[in-house]
């Protein structure tokens, strides 16, 4: 296997990891904002004692990694408050449609911050990938737009914004994966602590069953998700990377589905062939130009 394809596997792995993370918080049973601190709260020893490893076999983390990791973690604790808020003011399907905006928005950011220009391939897959995501949304279905449309669109747009800037900060920051990440959850667990009364307010006393619940997303998603996902950032391009988090809509339907007893559309399904068959053409490295030979004589 080649070191692209075994980077594009590892990013698709990390995105069908953290793919479970709403079917977790819709079992916890908590607030928005209870379910967004704990998850990275939990997630801080174990991220901490692989952070503490790498550092041991690469030295300390250079200062520049470690403002834009803190930077990373502040719009991380924005883009999960926003987006459970989102799903609540607008319904879930537009409020995923909204949420997977980042891709646009990463794609011509780092064109213009780190100079990726985004390959045939990935421009033209991925407004096949974004239709997919649309049509799993459940938009087409009648789906609820919940209690106030403004402020779920706003909510929507602003969880992109958050998103794409979280990826586009741990890219630029280093090529390491515990050590950003570490820092990143430290500082989104302090930020949505004190953010939380803007957001409903956070639960600071655990109770069972939930809190099994939320330990299963912070060592799921958050540690083992995103730990893979940090790894690639750096070592392929930030729109790639982006394109390839768009699994995540497809495969929550299929768990939400097992293990909630949610039973997707006609148009959800098949908005997740659409979404395998965008990003499996976007990951395509586009065919190296040939180089003509001239023949003596």
Not at 16 to 31: E, F
Not at 140 to 168: E, I, K, M, N
Request: aromatic letters at 8%.
């Amino acid at each position: 296997m080649s070191a692209h394809r075994r980077i594009v596997l590892i990013a698709i792995i990390g995105a069908l990891v953290i793919s479970t993370s709403a079917p977790l918080v819709r079992l916890s049973g908590v607030s928005p904002a209870t379910s967004a601190l704990f998850r990275c709260a939990y997630a801080v020893p174990p991220m901490l004692l692989l952070a503490w490893l790498e550092r041991r076999r690469l030295g300390p983390l250079p200062r520049r990694a470690v403002l834009m990791s803190w930077g990373a973690g502040a719009v991380f604790s924005l883009d999960l408050l926003f987006w459970h808020h989102a799903i609540d003011y607008v319904g879930a399907g537009l409020a995923t449609v909204l949420g997977n905006l980042q891709v646009f928005i990463v794609a011509f950011a780092a064109w213009a911050l780190f100079g990726e220009r985004p390959s045939t391939p990935l421009m033209a897959g991925t407004p096949v990938v974004f239709a997919g995501v649309v049509l799993i949304s459940g938009v087409f279905d009648s789906a609820a737009y919940g209690s106030d449309p403004l402020l779920g669109v706003a909510a929507g747009v602003a969880t992109s914004l958050s998103y794409a800037a979280y990826l586009l900060l741990l890219k630029g920051g280093s090529d390491r994966a515990a050590g950003p990440l570490a820092h990143a959850t430290v500082v989104a667990t302090v930020a949505i602590a004190l953010l939380s009364p803007l957001f409903g307010g956070a639960e600071f006393v655990p109770s069972w069953p939930a809190h099994g619940w939320l330990l299963v997303l912070a060592l799921g998603p958050q540690v083992l998700g995103w730990t893979l996902i940090t790894y690639t950032l750096p070592r392929q391009p930030a729109a790639l990377t982006s394109l390839l988090l768009l699994v995540q809509p497809m495969s929550t339907v299929a768990i939400s589905t097992v293990a909630l007893g949610e039973r997707p559309s006609v148009l959800q399904l098949a908005g997740c062939v659409v979404v395998v068959l965008g990003v499996l053409y976007g990951s395509r490295r586009p065919a190296a130009a040939k180089v003509p030979v001239q023949v003596d004589g």
